[in-house]
C-alpha cells in the first residue's frame, strides 16, 4: 500500500516529554550552538522533580543516527527504553521531517546479520528503507502465545515523504549505490523470524544449514508500483553496480533448485545452473562481476554433503561462462578431505582464482543400540594445548573449522593453503600473497602465560610454497599494506615492515625522537605496541602514533614526519581518524585528515584537521563536551552528537568544525528532572607519587559550601568518560547508574587508578584512598558519607579496599575476586581459558605464577585480611558466573559472616557475571539504592537488609516490592502541521 505521511517542520527544541501530546511546529528554526559546558557548577531549578518509574521506562534515546551519502538527509530511530518508537527523517537544507511509527524497536545491540539494517538510506539518498515491529502490546501477545514476532519494512522517498509498506520483510538490499531496485526477502511460511545465514569468510563460521527456510523475494522496481515476486528462494546476493541480482532456488524435494540471475536493466532471467542439489554461500566480488556459490550432492551412505565450487565470469550479453571444481577424481585432491560448506567461496582480485574452504571427509555414524551405561567423560590432559574447558567453548568452531585452499582453472591445479601444521592463512590485498601462520611451538605456554608468540610465513597461493618471514613474533598488530606488496609488524618496541617478495625487514622507527609503543600502559607486558592508524592508499608510507601525535613514517626508510605536530606539548592526543569512506582501501595523503582529539588533562573532545603532505594541525572544535564526529560519504557536510554530563547527546550540523544546528531534541526531556549541576575534575598524587585525577559528579541541588553523600565507582581509569551522557533507565548492568544518583542528591566520583606490578589490590589503595580525600578536601564530599562501589575487577579492587581503610562508610562489590591464589589456576568458563594469562600479562599484573611469588599474591588478597573489614558490604555473585567463579564471593561471605562483619550476598541464580533479566536488573538497581540510602543517608532499613529474608517467605517479600500497575492512560493525540 502507498501513503504519504506528513512533512514537518523542525521540532521545537523541548520535544514532547513522556505523558505530553506531541505538537511539531512549523519553522521552529534552528538552535544557536549551545555555550560550553562550564567546569564550575550552576544551580538547577528547583522545580525540577525526581524521575518515577514512568519517566525511566518513557526516557527517549537517539539511535542508529544516519547521514546519507549526498549529505541532504539524516534519519535516526527515537525510541524509549520501553514502548513504541519512531523514525526521523530530516531535511539537512530546510529542517523538515518526516516520522514512521515502528512499533517496539529492541534494545541497541546491534543487529542480526542479514537483518535489514534499522534505518537504511540507499546510495544515492533517495530512498529510506525503515525496519517496523510489532507494537509493545502485540510483541508482548505474542511472546505469551509463543509466536514468532515479524517485522514489516517500510520505504520512503525522501524527498517527498511518499511511503510505500512491505509485511513479513526479514531482509532488505537497495540494488547498487545508484539503485532502481530494491530488493526484499519475505520470512518463511509458519516459520520463525530467523535471518538468512550470514556468509562469512573465516574459518570457524556458523555452520551452514542443512536446510534454508526459503521464501518469497519481491524485487521493486523504486517509483513504482512494479513489484515482482520470485518463489523459494534460499539465498540472495546484488553485485556492487546493482545490475545483476544472483539468486538460489530451494526446495525440499530439490527438484529445480539452482542458481538464477536476474538482469536489472531489463528484467531477463537466466539459469546458471540447477541440479537436484543443494546451493549455499553465494557471494559476488567486490571489483569484478564475478560470482561464486557451493554446489551440495547429498551422500546418504556417508550421511553427508559433497560440494562442489561454481564460479561464474564474463557476464554480458552472451552470458556468463561457467568454471566448476569438484574434488572427487582430481589427483591433487587433498586426502580425506572435502570442500567445506562452511566457509563462503570467492574469486581472487584479479579473477584467476577461486577460494574455497576444505574440511575432513566426515565417516559415516556406526549404528549403535541404546545405551544407558554409555559413560559420560572429559578427559584432561597435560600434553594438550588448550583446556577441555576451552575446547568445550570452542567446540562448534572446530567443528565448521575449514582450511584454506584455491583452485586455478588456467592450469587447472587445485593449491592446499592451510593445514594442520599452519592452520591459520590469511589472503593479502590483491591475493598475490598470503600470510600464514604457526603457533604450534608457543601454544601450550601462551594459552598459559599470555602474549604467545607464533612463525609468520609468506605463501604463494599459486604453489602452496612457503617461506619463514618471522621467527617467534609476539602476538600484536600486523597490517598489510593496501596493495599487498608489504606488511607491518611491531617487534620489541619497534615497527618494522616486511616485503613479501623479498623477506627483506625494514625497522621503521628505530631512529625516531619518541617511542611508539605504550609508555604509559601499566601491565605486565615488555613495550606494549600503539596501535597503527593505517597505510598510506599507494603503500609508501604508514601513519603511526606515539599516543600524543599522528607520524607519517616512509615504507622504504627515511625519517618520520611528526604530522600534527603539537599534541605532546598542548596534551592533546589525537585519537580516531574519521573515515568518511568505509570502502577505501588506504588512506589518500593527497586529502586532509580528519582526527578526534582528547585533552587528557581537561577530558575536552575535539576535533582536528590535519595536513597529510606538509603536516600541521588546525584545531577545528576543542570544548568540554564528548564529539562524535561524521561526514557524508560523497558531500562535505558534517554533523556530530555532543554531549557532557549534564548535556543530552543530541546531534548536529557541523559548520567549518563548530555544530550551528540541532538535529534531535532529546535533550529536552531534561527540562523537568532533577540531573546534575556539572562535574569537577579533582588532582590527587597517589601515594607512590603518581599525578592523577578523578572526575567529581555534582548533585542536581549543589550549592556551594554545602558537602553530600558520595558514591566512589572504581574500575581502573575513568575519567576519559567524564563528558559522556548516561540515559537514564531502570537497568543500567551491574553499576550504579551516576545520572541516578545524582538526581537523587548524591556526588558520584571516580577516580583514577594507576597499577604496580605484583601490586593490583595495594595499587587500588595507594590511588583511591589519596583520590578520596582529595575529593573531600573540595568541600563537596561529606567525609561521614562516603561509599564505594565497583563490579568484576572492580569489584575485586572494592572487596580489597575494605581490608585496607576505613574511609568508606558502605560498599558493594559486585563479582570480586577475593582469593588470587585459588583464582590464579581456576577456569574462565565463558571462554574456556585458565586464568593464569589474565593474572600475569593483563589485569593482575604479577610476573610468574603463585608458586613463584606467594607473598604478592597474599599481600594482595581480600580473604586474607577479611578480619580488618569494618565496613558495611554487599556482594552480588551470582552461581553462574563464567568469570569470576562463584566459590569466589561465596568463601569471602562466609569467612565475613564467621568474623561477625556486615555482610550481605545477592545471588540471582541462573545469571552469568552480569544481569540478564530485566527483572533481576531493576531488582539489583533498587538495592543498590537502598543500601547507600541507608548507610549514607540514614534511610529506613527495610528488611532485607536489616534482618535478611528466610527462604520460604522469599516469594512474599519480591512480591512485595513488585511496583502497582501503572494506570493506564490514553495515546496522546498527535498533531502534525505541515511545512
Same mark, same amino acid.
Given at each position: ?135 509493545? %502490546? ?333 621467527? %617467534? ?341 559486585? %563479582? ?161 502541521? %505541515?511545512?
Amino acid at each position: 500500500m502507498t501513503s504519504r505521511l506528513p512533512r514537518l517542520a523542525a521540532l521545537p527544541l523541548l520535544a514532547a516529554l513522556p505523558g505530553t501530546a506531541l505538537v511539531a511546529q512549523t519553522n521552529a528554526g534552528a538552535a544557536p550552538a549551545p555555550a560550553a559546558t562550564p567546569a564550575a557548577a550552576t544551580t538547577v531549578p528547583a522545580a525540577r522533580r525526581d524521575f518515577a518509574p514512568p519517566d525511566l521506562k518513557g526516557w527517549k534515546t537517539v539511535r542508529s543516527a544516519q547521514l546519507s551519502n549526498d549529505g541532504r538527509w539524516f534519519a535516526y530511530q527515537y525510541a524509549p527504553n520501553e514502548g513504541d518508537a519512531e523514525v526521523v527523517l530530516r531535511s539537512m537544507a530546510d529542517g523538515k521531517e518526516t516520522r514512521i511509527p515502528i512499533g517496539e524497536a529492541p534494545a541497541q545491540q546491534g543487529f542480526a546479520p542479514g537483518a535489514p539494517a534499522p534505518v537504511q538510506f540507499s546510495g544515492d539518498g533517495q530512498w529510506l528503507a525503515v525496519t517496523v515491529y510489532p507494537k509493545q %502490546a502485540d510483541a508482548r501477545r505474542l511472546r505469551r502465545e509463543r509466536k514468532p514476532a515479524q517485522n514489516r519494512l517500510v520505504l520512503v522517498r525522501t524527498a517527498t515523504g511518499e511511503t510505500r509498506e512491505f509485511d513479513k520483510i526479514r531482509r532488505a538490499q537497495f540494488a547498487g549505490d545508484r539503485p532502481t531496485h530494491v530488493v526484499l526477502q519475505a520470512y518463511p511460511a509458519d516459520a520463525a523470524p530467523t535471518p538468512p545465514a550470514p556468509a562469512p569468510t573465516g574459518p570457524g563460521a556458523p555452520a551452514a544449514p542443512a536446510r534454508v527456510e526459503a521464501s518469497d523475494l519481491l524485487v521493486h522496481r523504486l517509483g513504482t508500483h512494479d513489484v515482482l515476486t520470485v518463489g523459494s528462494v534460499g539465498e540472495f546476493a546484488i553485485d556492487d553496480d546493482g545490475r545483476w541480482l544472483a539468486y538460489t532456488v530451494e526446495r525440499r524435494d530439490l527438484q529445480g533448485n539452482g542458481v538464477q540471475l536476474h538482469d536489472l536493466t531489463n528484467g531477463a532471467v537466466r539459469v546458471l545452473d540447477s541440479e537436484k542439489a543443494l546451493y549455499r554461500r553465494l557471494a559476488w566480488s567486490d571489483t569484478l562481476p564475478q560470482l561464486a556459490v557451493l554446489r551440495g550432492t547429498v551422500d546418504s551412505a556417508a550421511s553427508d554433503t559433497a560440494y562442489a565450487v561454481l564460479g561464474f565470469r564474463g557476464f554480458g550479453a552472451a552470458g556468463p561462462k561457467a568454471t566448476v571444481m569438484a574434488l572427487a577424481g582430481r589427483a591433487d585432491a587433498p586426502a580425506g578431505m572435502r570442500v567445506s560448506p562452511d566457509r563462503t567461496p570467492r574469486w581472487t582480485v584479479q579473477g584467476d582464482g577461486l577460494l574455497f574452504g576444505l574440511r575432513e571427509k566426515k565417516a559415516a555414524p556406526p549404528k549403535e543400540e541404546p545405551d544407558d551405561e554409555k559413560p559420560n567423560l572429559m578427559i584432561w590432559h597435560w600434553k594438550e594445548a588448550r583446556l577441555q574447558s576451552q575446547q568445550q567453548v570452542q567446540e562448534q568452531a572446530d567443528r565448521t573449522f575449514s582450511y584454506l585452499a584455491a583452485y586455478w582453472p588456467g592450469t587447472n591445479r587445485v593449491v592446499t593453503l592451510s593445514d594442520s601444521t599452519m592452520r591459520q592463512v590469511a589472503m593479502l590485498p590483491t591475493d598475490r600473497w598470503a600470510l600464514g601462520t604457526d603457533g604450534r611451538a608457543d601454544e601450550r605456554r601462551g594459552l598459559l602465560e599470555g602474549l604467545p608468540r607464533s612463525d609468520q610465513y609468506v605463501v604463494d597461493p599459486r604453489t602452496g610454497e612457503r617461506r619463514l618471514a618471522m621467527k %617467534a613474533l609476539r602476538q600484536g598488530p600486523v597490517l598489510p599494506s593496501p596493495d599487498g606488496r608489504r606488511v607491518l609488524f611491531f617487534d620489541d618496541g619497534h615497527f618494522h615492515t616486511l616485503d613479501v617478495a623479498t623477506l627483506a625487514k625494514r625497522n621503521l622507527t628505530a631512529g625516531a625522537s619518541v617511542a611508539f609503543w605504550d609508555t604509559e600502559d601499566d601491565h605486565n607486558v615488555d613495550k606494549p605496541a600503539t596501535f597503527p592508524v593505517g597505510w598510506a592508499k599507494d603503500g609508501s608510507a604508514v601513519l603511526l602514533s606515539d599516543n600524543w601525535d599522528i607520524w607519517k613514517v616512509p615504507a622504504a626508510g627515511g625519517a618520520p614526519v611528526n604530522l600534527t605536530r603539537d599534541g605532546r606539548t598542548r596534551g592533546l592526543r589525537y585519537q580516531q581518524r574519521v573515515v568518511i569512506d568505509p570502502r577505501e582501501p588506504g588512506i589518500d595523503l593527497a586529502k586532509p585528515l580528519f582526527v578526534r582529539l582528547f585533552g587528557e588533562r581537561t577530558k575536552q573532545g575535539g576535533l582536528a584537521r590535519v595536513d597529510a603532505q606538509r603536516g600541521g594541525a588546525t584545531t577545528l572544535v576543542l570544548d568540554d563536551a564528548a564529539f562524535n564526529p561524521r561526514r557524508a560519504r560523497d558531500a562535505d557536510v558534517w554533523i556530530t552528537s555532543r554531549s557532557t554530563f549534564a548535556e543530552y547527546p543530541d546531534w548536529w550540523k557541523m559548520e567549518h568544525g563548530k555544530p550551528t544546528t540541532r538535529l534531535t531534541s532529546g535533550g529536552g526531556q531534561l527540562a523537568q528532572f532533577k540531573w546534575s549541576a556539572g562535574t569537577r575534575l579533582v588532582s590527587y598524587v597517589t601515594e607512590k607519587g603518581d599525578s592523577l585525577q578523578g572526575v567529581l559528579y555534582l548533585p542536581a541541588d549543589y550549592q556551594e559550601g554545602q558537602k553530600y553523600p558520595t558514591i566512589t565507582y572504581i574500575y581502573e581509569r575513568l575519567t576519559q568518560g567524564r563528558h559522556q551522557f548516561s540515559h537514564p533507565n531502570e537497568v543500567n548492568g551491574v553499576s550504579i547508574h551516576p545520572g541516578l544518583m545524582t538526581s537523587r542528591g548524591y556526588a558520584v566520583f571516580m577516580p583514577d587508578i594507576t597499577y604496580k606490578v605484583n601490586d593490583p589490590g595495594m595499587s587500588a589503595v595507594w590511588s583511591v584512598v589519596p583520590a578520596v580525600k582529595a575529593a573531600i578536601a573540595t568541600g563537596i564530599v561529606d567525609s561521614a558519607r562516603v561509599g564505594l562501589q565497583g563490579h568484576s575487577w572492580g569489584g575485586y579492587q572494592t572487596a580489597f579496599l575494605v581490608t585496607q581503610t576505613n574511609i568508606f562508610k558502605a560498599a558493594i562489590a559486585g %563479582a570480586p575476586l577475593t582469593d588470587m591464589v585459588s583464582m590464579y589456576s581456576s577456569v574462565y568458563w565463558n571462554s574456556g581459558l585458565a586464568n593464569q594469562p589474565i593474572f600475569q600479562s593483563s589485569q593482575g599484573r604479577f610476573t610468574g605464577n603463585y608458586l613463584q611469588n606467594m607473598e604478592a599474591y597474599a599481600r594482595n588478597s581480600p580473604n586474607r585480611f577479611a578480619d580488618r573489614v569494618q565496613t558495611p558490604l554487599v556482594i552480588l555473585h551470582n552461581d553462574k558466573d563464567g568469570a569470576v567463579d562463584f566459590n569466589q564471593g561465596i568463601t569471602y561471605y562466609n569467612t565475613l559472616k564467621q568474623l561477625g562483619k556486615e555482610a550481605i550476598l545477592l545471588e540471582y541464580p541462573g545469571e552469568n557475571h552480569g544481569l540478564v533479566q530485566r527483572g533481576n536488573l531493576k531488582d539489583y538497581q533498587t538495592r543498590m539504592v537502598e543500601w547507600f540510602d541507608v548507610k549514607l543517608k540514614g534511610a529506613p532499613a527495610p528488611d532485607w537488609i536489616e534482618r535478611g529474608v528466610p527462604r520460604l517467605q522469599m516469594d512474599d517479600h519480591l512480591r512485595s516490592r513488585k511496583p502497582k500497575p501503572e494506570p493506564k492512560k490514553e495515546e496522546p493525540k498527535r498533531i502534525a502541521t %505541515a511545512g
